[in-house]
């Protein structure tokens, strides 16, 4: 019964996701609340370990969160749950826009869709920084690399390691 619930859980996260990973996170935090699945500390350190290790986020995420309550299969099931809309959904687009990709209405519906996945993004990035910003040194450090990020344009493989440092060094 907990594959099946999985696999349904993350079919829904995958077929309203649209965006991108960062975009799973509010869905994540409703699995969280729902079913206790995982805390919502542990969803801070999976959106930073998912980030942080090749792979699209939310097919990280959901292979952690399957693999922490159901071991490996609930794993691969969670994973396959989240992917399977997205086949789905990419098959049929591919082919309407080859079809209708000149047309006004398409180009309306895609219009529409940007804003509200722009308002998805922003609210993950909120509820992370919530759960990441937790007193004056983390803001502190939060700013810090903002800044570093928008004057320095580095890799973002460099940004990851030295907060890993900055981590290690602080103690956070």
């Not at 099946?4 to 869905?27: D, R």
């Not at 290790?53 to 396959?80: D, E, Q, R, S, Y």
């Not at 309407?96 to 006004?104: D, T």
């Not at 690399?145 to 030295?162: E, V």
């Amino acid at each position: 019964m907990i594959y099946f619930l999985l696999f349904y859980e993350f079919f829904k996260v995958g077929l309203f996701a649209i965006g991108g990973g960062l975009v799973t996170v509010p869905f994540l935090f409703d699995l969280s609340a729902e079913y206790g699945w995982f805390t919502a500390k542990e969803l801070a350190d999976m959106i930073a370990v998912s980030e942080s290790t090749p792979g699209p986020l939310g097919v990280n995420m959901a292979t952690f969160a399957g693999f922490k309550t159901a071991g490996i299969l609930g794993g691969i099931v969670a994973t396959a749950g989240l992917v399977t809309p997205s086949v789905i959904v990419i098959i049929a687009v591919a082919k309407l826009m080859a079809k209708y990709q000149c047309n006004s209405r398409v180009q309306a519906v895609m219009s529409g869709i940007r804003p509200a996945v722009m308002a998805l993004i922003l609210f993950a990035g909120l509820q992370i920084a919530r759960l990441a910003i937790v007193d004056m040194l983390t803001a502190v450090v939060f700013a810090v690399m903002l800044a570093s990020i928008h004057f320095w344009k580095k890799s973002p493989i460099f940004y990851i390691m030295l907060s890993a440092v900055v981590g290690i060094v602080l103690k956070l």
